[in-house]
C-alpha cells in the first residue's frame, strides 16, 4: 500500500497486465517533493537502528505481495484462456474426422489441460507458500516498524509497568495490529537508548521544529501516495470498464449477425469476448480497485487536513526563548496523523485477508 523504495528487480506479471490496460491513458504527474528532509539529530540513531529490520520485512513484503497479485491476475487470465483453446477447434472446424484436422483439434485440447494445469499449480503453489499470508504479515510488520522513529518522541518512556510495544503505550494499551514478537522485540530494545535521546527533547525548540518538518515531509509523501493511487485505480477501473463495454459490443453484434450469418468465426467471437470480459472483471473485483480508489482519496484528503494541524502546531514554538510554549497540540497533530495511517493500514489489512487464490 506505500511508497516503499525497494523492489524487484522484474516488473511483476501483474504490473505489467495493468500497464497494457493503462496504454494510452494520462496519469497525473508525480509532483516533487523536495529535498529529503532528515529526522532531528536525537532520532537519527534510533532511525538508523530500525532501518535493517524495516528493509527485511519490507523486501518479503514485496516478493509475497507481487507473487500474489500475480498470481490471481494470471488465473484469471489463463481461465479465459482455457476458453479459446477449448473453443478454437469448433470454430476452426478442426474436429472432424479428416486426419489433419483432427491432429490440431488433439492438440487444442492438449494445450486446454496444459493452461489448466497450470492454473491448478499457480492455486495450490499459493495456497501451499502462503502468499498472502505472508504478504499480510510481512507489510504490517514494515509498517509498524518504519514509523516507529516517528512515534518514539511521543512514547512516555519515563513510566514503568508499560507494554513493550510503543504503539500500545501511545495510543492507550491498544497494539492496533498485535505486530508480532519481532516489533515487541525491536521496540524493547530501543526503549532505554531512545529514552536518554529523548528525555529533554521537548524542551528544545530546535528539535521540536525539525521533528514537525520531518513529519511533515513523511505525512505529505503518503499524501501524495494516496492522491496518485486513487487516481491510478479510477483510472484502471474505467478502462476496464470501457474494455468490457466494448466485449459486450461485439458479443450482441455476434449474437445478432447468427440470425443471417453461420460463420465459425461468429461462435469464437460469442464464446471468447464475454470469457475475457469476465476475466477482467474478476481480476479488478479481487483486486479490490473500487474501494482502494475511494479509500485512498479519503484518506488523502485527511492526510491534507492532519498537515495542516501539524504546521499549525509546529508554530507555537518561541523563537525568542527557545523553549516550546506547549507541546500537546504538536504531539496530539502527529499521533492523529499516525492513526490515520495505521487505520488505512487496518482497512486494508481488513479489504485483502477475506480474499484467497481459490476464489479466483
Known amino acids: ?88 477447434p469448433l470454430a476452426l472446424d478442426w474436429d472432424s474426422d479428416r486426419a489433419l484436422q483432427s491432429l490440431m483439434g488433439h492438440i487444442w485440447g492438449i494445450a486446454e ?20 499470508g505472508r504478504w499480510l504479515e510481512a507489510r504490517t510488520k514494515a509498517e509498524m516498524t518504519t514509523y516507529l522513529p516517528l512515534l518514539a518522541p511521543l512514547v512516555p518512556f519515563n513510566q514503568t509497568g508499560e507494554a513493550d510495544n510503543w504503539y500500545a503505550r501511545v495510543f492507550d494499551g491498544d497494539d492496533p495490529f498485535a505486530a508480532g514478537d519481532e516489533v515487541d522485540a525491536l521496540c524493547r530494545d530501543l526503549a532505554p537508548h531512545a529514552g536518554e535521546l529523548l528525555a529533554v527533547a521537548w524542551h528544545d525548540a530546535a528539535f ?31 478502462r476496464t470498464h470501457s474494455i468490457n463495454s466494448v466485449l459486450f ?55 491534507g487536513n492532519a498537515l495542516q494541524r501539524i504546521e499549525q502546531a509546529s508554530g507555537a514554538v518561541s523563537s525568542d526563548s527557545g523553549v516550546l510554549a506547549s507541546s500537546e497540540p504538536l504531539r496530539d497533530a502527529v499521533t492523529g496523523a499516525i492513526a490515520l495511517l495505521l487505520n488505512e493500514h487496518q482497512d486494508w489489512h481488513m479489504l485483502v485477508r477475506p480474499h484467497h487464490l481459490p476464489l479466483a
Not at 504527474?29 to 537519527?44: C, F, I, M, S
Not at 496444459?114 to 498472502?132: E, F, I, K, P, T
Not at 521540536?208 to 509523501?221: F, H, M, P
Open 1 to 88: 500500500m506505500k511508497p516503499y523504495r525497494d523492489r524487484e528487480a522484474a516488473v511483476p506479471f501483474y504490473l505489467i497486465i495493468q500497464r497494457i490496460l493503462l496504454i494510452g491513458v494520462h496519469l497525473p504527474p508525480a509532483t516533487a517533493q523536495g529535498a529529503p528532509v532528515k529526522p532531528p539529530p536525537a532520532l537519527q540513531e534510533i532511525a538508523t537502528a530500525v532501518q535493517p529490520t524495516f528493509e527485511k520485512f519490507n523486501s518479503e513484503a514485496i516478493r509475497a505481495g507481487n507473487r500474489y497479485r500475480s498470481a490471481f491476475w494470471a488465473i484469471y487470465l489463463l481461465s479465459a484462456s482455457a476458453v479459446a483453446c477449448a473453443v478454437m
Open 113 to 132: 489441460v496444459a493452461v489448466m494445469a497450470v492454473v491448478g499449480m499457480l492455486v495450490l503453489s499459493g495456497r501451499r507458500n502462503d502468499w498472502q
Open 208 to 238: 521540536v521544529q525539525a521533528y514537525a518538518q520531518w513529519a511533515i515531509y513523511l505525512i505529505d509523501g503518503q499524501r501524495r501516495y494516496h492522491t496518485r493511487l486513487s487516481a491510478r485505480n479510477r483510472k484502471l477501473l474505467h
Open 249 to 303: 459490443t461485439l458479443t450482441a453484434a455476434g449474437a445478432l449477425a447468427h440470425l443471417f450469418l453461420h460463420g465459425s468465426w461468429l461462435l469464437l467471437l460469442t464464446i471468447i469476448c464475454p470469457a475475457l470480459g469476465s476475466s477482467l472483471h474478476g481480476a479488478m473485483a479481487q483486486s479490490e480497485a473500487y474501494r482502494l480508489a475511494t479509500t485512498s482519496e479519503r484518506l488523502a484528503v485527511e492526510l
